[in-house]
């Protein structure tokens, strides 16, 4: 079974930055499709920035401009860099894989929680 861990959340001031990233493991990191969802209390799980295999890259309207994600295939890691941080970005992170040959998300990590205070 596929396994994704986050790190890299905490708390920060608006304004700052905060890298995320997501170590994958138990299947073959460089052939999906990968994203970062966020959850807000109370709120769906929303998609925010995928990448594609050969690092095509697609963001939310609400963090394009901010947020950077970006993968390591060699070390099967995935990133996100968010700056100009907003209390609006305050959520738990989530790494995602896509099924193989798939938009389809079909694996969330445990997450990590981002707290952006103003």
């Known amino acids: 079974q596929a396994q994704l861990v986050e790190s890299g959340g905490g708390r920060v001031q608006a304004g700052g930055s905060l890298r995320l990233s997501c170590a994958a493991s138990n299947y073959v990191f460089q052939n999906n499709v990968m994203g970062w969802y966020w959850q807000a209390p109370g709120k769906q799980r929303v998609l925010v920035a995928s990448?594609?295999?050969?690092?095509?890259?697609d963001y939310a309207d609400s963090v394009k401009g901010r947020f950077t994600i970006s993968r390591d295939n060699a070390k099967n890691m995935l990133y996100q860099q968010m700056n100009s941080l907003k209390s609006e970005d305050t959520a738990v992170y989530f790494c995602a894989k896509a099924k193989s040959g798939s938009w389809a998300y079909d694996y969330w990590g445990q997450g990590t929680q981002v707290i952006v205070s103003s």
């Open positions: 990448i594609t295999r050969g690092g095509d890259t």
